[in-house]
Every structure is written in structure tokens, then in C-alpha cells.
């Protein structure tokens, strides 16, 4: 049976306990045997509902740097990493689940005072029940998913009846650069800090499709990282020395790098759940494959998004766009590999939006003008 992504169902709170740790870890610690009874205790407190929605993994460390800022002063990138981990703790949260018959958790954090929490889907797919612990709270929280995207990955959850809680702040992403350091944050269930350095930018991930275990899916424009994220720090920010999300961090199974979800990318998606409690994104009205620049060479064609269906009635169709054309920009964003077309309408465009679309039809270059539909993403 298809899996369906809907509202977790009922969870009774229980007691549980929380652990910090202000210090940078190299390496994700496992769970203290204490721990793990006390996620075993929440879960086992759940009433059985429903939220359905797969998930990744692995490691490496890094040679303390130093910045001589004025005579006198200096900043470490330990102690760097230290003061933005200690800075963000209180607001990473630790998200259990139940994949019948286990017991998981990976993390997340508070964009709201009043419970608003960012994750990624792999953290919640295929679950029944959702808890939520927060920092120095000795309560499991009931949550529930507002909404998701598994095109960017990102997923919002809510819990309820809290207030004045501590939030993290996205951050310019405009500036990232290769080499640049990072610390990944775990919820408390995990204490993890493990710094790291962004290794690449825009970078593509194939994960299980949280809609079906039996699928992948491919995230786009993903931040590499060699910080060695875990899936139980999974979930959770990606941060810069300043203390503001860069990204939200995924485990990869199989490779010997981290990766997160670029803010660049899922700002947007957060911000419309947060404003209006459902995403609606904007689109073409057509169905696109990725064309990168070695596979378009191989037949003749350009980089770009290639169409293989077009919606009858739909802002292509209507625009005089075809199956076989290959859209190689929108106004003056250019759709690549590295920005394939859905992720673009995603963090970039919205819905009612007239557009320039330029594309390729027999190796000639043609552009064409169409308003934006709206529709919610699907798996």
C-alpha cells in the first residue's frame, strides 16, 4: 500500500530527560543507555496514529585555526564553534519516531517561540507517532506535521500550548564558500556538536523518497560537508560561527560526507508554512528530468531542465512548450544540474508570477512568457 503523508496521530507526554554538552564533539557520541530507555519510555506512551511520510548517513574532523581580529584579540575557530553551539543548543530539539517495529530520533529545530520546528522529511518519513524534547524540559511533546516539500526536503512540525522558547535565525546565504567552517548541532538526545567545513556547494543527493522505501529521490543544491552528521544530529541546523542556519543537516548512507539542505533553498518553503499553514509552490504545469551538461552533450542538446510532459491547459502547454524541450532559463536564473527546474520554482518564483522562459527546441533558443501556477508539492 502507497504510503500517505497526513497529521500524526495522538501521543500521550511523558517524563523524559534532557542532556547538553557546551563542548564540540569530533564525533557524534552514541546515547547513554539512560537515554535510550527514555526515548523508549515516550514511544511507548504513544497512542497509535498515523504520519507517514525513508532516511540517510557518516564522519571527519578539522586543525583549529586561528584570526588575529586586532592587537590582543584573537578568535579561534574552537572556540568559535564552541560559543555558536552553545549559542543554538537551547533551541535544537530532539524528534522521535515510530517506524513499526522501531524506535528512532534524529533532530530538528525551533524557528518559533510558540513551537514552530524545522526538519527534514527522511527524519519523519514513514512514522505513526511524532515527540518532541526540548532543552532543560523534562516534558515529551506531542507534535504534529504541518507540511512538507520533499523536493527541497524540508518538513515543519508544531508542537503545542508552548511559549518563549528560543529560536534560531536563518543566515545570508549568499556568502557561503567552499572551506568555510560549520558546526552541525543534535538535539538533546544526542549533545552532538561536530564541526566541519563546507567541502561543496550545490551538490546533488540521492536519499530514500520519503513517500515510498522502495524508491530515491534526488534533493538538489545541497551543502557537502565533512562534519560527521549521524542520524540522530540529522534533522537538526547547520550553522555558521555566528550561530544562524545555513543549512539543515542530512545523513548519507554510503558516503564518507555529510550534507544539508541549503537555507537558500528552503527559506522560503519555511517561511510560507510558518505565514499560511500550507505550501503552495509555483509551477509550469509540466513534468522535467534533469539534463546535466555531460548526458546533454552525449545526444546534442544544452544543460537544463528536459520536459517530458506537458499538463494540457497548463502555463506550458498554453505557452506553446512541448515534450522534448529543454528550459535553460527563467527571467535571469539559469536552470542547470546543480538548479533543475522544480527546485528553482521552489526558492526562487510563486505562483501568479509572469516569467520569461527561455528553452532550447532542436538546438534553437526560443523565449515565451507564461504566468505561474500554484499547486501543493507531492512526493
Given at each position: 500500500?502507497q504510503?500517505?503523508?497526513h ?10 530527560a ?5 563542548r ?11 537515554l ?7 514511544l ?6 498515523g ?7 557518516l ?19 574552537d572556540?568559535?564553534?564552541v560559543?555558536?553551539?552553545?549559542h ?21 529545530y ?15 518519513a ?63 538526545l ?21 513517500a515510498?522505501?522502495d524508491?530515491?529521490?534526488e534533493i538538489s543544491?545541497t551543502?557537502q ?6 542520524p ?11 550561530g ?11 558516503s ?8 537558500a ?18 509551477s509550469?504545469g509540466?513534468?522535467s ?6 548526458s ?6 544544452v544543460?537544463?531542465s528536459?520536459?517530458?510532459s506537458?499538463?494540457?491547459?497548463g502555463p506550458?502547454a498554453?505557452a ?7 528550459i ?7 536552470v542547470d ?7 528553482l520554482?521552489?526558492?526562487r518564483?510563486?505562483?501568479?508570477q ?26
Amino acid at each position: 500500500m502507497q504510503p500517505q503523508i497526513h497529521a500524526p496521530g495522538e501521543v500521550r507526554p511523558s517524563d523524559a530527560a534532557t542532556g547538553e554538552d557546551a563542548r564540540p564533539a569530533p564525533a557524534a557520541r552514541r546515547w547513554s543507555p539512560f537515554l535510550v530507555v527514555v526515548a523508549l519510555i515516550v514511544l511507548t506512551a504513544l497512542v497509535s496514529g498515523g504520519v507517514t511520510l525513508g532516511v540517510l548517513q557518516l564522519q571527519s574532523p578539522t586543525n583549529p585555526q586561528s584570526v588575529n581580529l586586532r592587537p590582543g584579540v584573537t578568535i579561534t575557530e574552537d572556540s568559535a564553534i564552541v560559543q555558536a553551539a552553545a549559542h543554538a543548543r537551547p533551541a535544537v530539539v530532539s524528534v522521535v519516531t515510530q517506524t513499526q517495529p522501531s524506535v528512532t530520533a534524529g533532530s530538528g529545530y525551533l524557528a518559533t517561540s510558540d513551537g514552530y520546528i524545522v526538519t527534514n522529511v527522511q527524519v519523519i518519513a514513514h512514522s505513526s507517532t511524532l515527540v518532541v524534547l526540548i532543552q532543560r524540559d523534562a516534558k515529551a511533546h506531542k507534535a504534529r506535521l504541518v507540511d512538507y516539500d520533499c523536493q527541497t526536503g524540508v518538513a515543519v512540525l508544531k508542537i503545542d500550548q508552548v511559549n518563549n522558547l528560543p529560536t534560531l535565525a536563518f543566515a545570508d546565504t549568499t556568502t557561503l564558500v567552499q572551506g568555510q567552517v560549520l558546526v552541525a548541532v543534535g538535539g538533546p538526545l544526542t549533545g552532538a556538536a561536530l564541526p566541519g567545513h563546507i567541502s561543496a556547494l550545490h551538490r546533488a543527493v540521492t536519499v530514500t523518497d520519503p513517500a515510498s522505501s522502495d524508491k530515491s529521490l534526488e534533493i538538489s543544491d545541497t551543502i557537502q560537508t565533512d562534519a560527521s552528521i549521524d542520524p540522530g544530529t540529522a534533522g537538526g541546523p547547520l550553522l555558521n560561527v555566528g550561530g544562524q542556519v545555513i543549512g539543515v543537516s542530512m545523513a548519507a548512507q554510503g558516503s564518507s560526507s555529510g550534507f544539508g539542505l541549503s537555507a537558500a533553498d528552503v527559506t522560503d518553503d519555511v517561511q510560507q508554512i510558518l505565514s499560511s499553514g500550507q505550501l503552495v509552490i509555483a509551477s509550469v504545469g509540466a513534468t522535467s528530468s534533469v539534463l546535466t551538461q555531460q548526458s546533454a552533450a552525449l545526444i546534442g542538446s544544452v544543460e537544463g531542465s528536459h520536459l517530458v510532459s506537458v499538463d494540457k491547459g497548463g502555463p506550458a502547454a498554453s505557452a506553446g512548450l512541448q515534450p522534448g524541450d529543454v528550459i535553460t532559463q527563467l527571467d535571469d536564473v539559469t536552470v542547470d544540474a546543480a538548479h533543475p527546474l522544480p527546485l528553482l520554482l521552489r526558492s526562487r518564483f510563486h505562483p501568479n508570477q509572469r516569467v520569461t522562459v527561455t528553452y532550447s527546441r532542436a538546438n534553437a533558443s526560443t523565449q515565451v512568457q507564461l504566468t505561474l501556477a500554484g499547486v501543493h508539492p507531492t512526493c
